[in-house]
């Protein structure tokens, strides 16, 4: 069972928004050490400083997408088996599909709330306290 306060989490969009408002739910489960990044290109260089938990990643970016970046890091010896739940405003199953097959552990559409996020996040990492 992961600690809230000790998971190390990366947010990657494109939308300054959308970084504020999930950095905003973690820290309304009590996870306060989140790093952002509002490209694909940027977490990746940021991925080869920081040690991460976990990343919540958008899926439509300029540049590299998510689904590119998860199959970077998927593909990656070191980074490889970082969790990685994606984040979209479609809820097309396709796409959700095409997410799990390239080794998404969860997927969350857009706008979600902070119990939605939660709810992906156990799902992932095991229950928060």
Known sequence: MPSANNLQILIVDDQQSMRELTRHCLKQMGISKVAAAKSGEEALGVLGKT?????ISDWNMDGITGLELLTKI????????????????????????????????????????????????????????
Do not use: C, H, W
């Not at 997927?107 to 709330?113: D, G, L, N, R, T």
């Open 51 to 55: 040690k991460f938990d976990l990343i």
């Open 74 to 129: 998927r593909g990656n010896p070191v980074i490889g088996k970082l969790p990685f739940i994606m984040a979209t405003g479609q809820k097309e199953k396709t796409q959700i599909i095409a997410a799990k097959e390239a080794g998404a552990n969860n997927y969350i559409v857009k706008p979600f709330s902070t119990a939605d996020l939660k709810k992906r996040i156990e799902a992932v990492l095991g229950s928060l306290d």
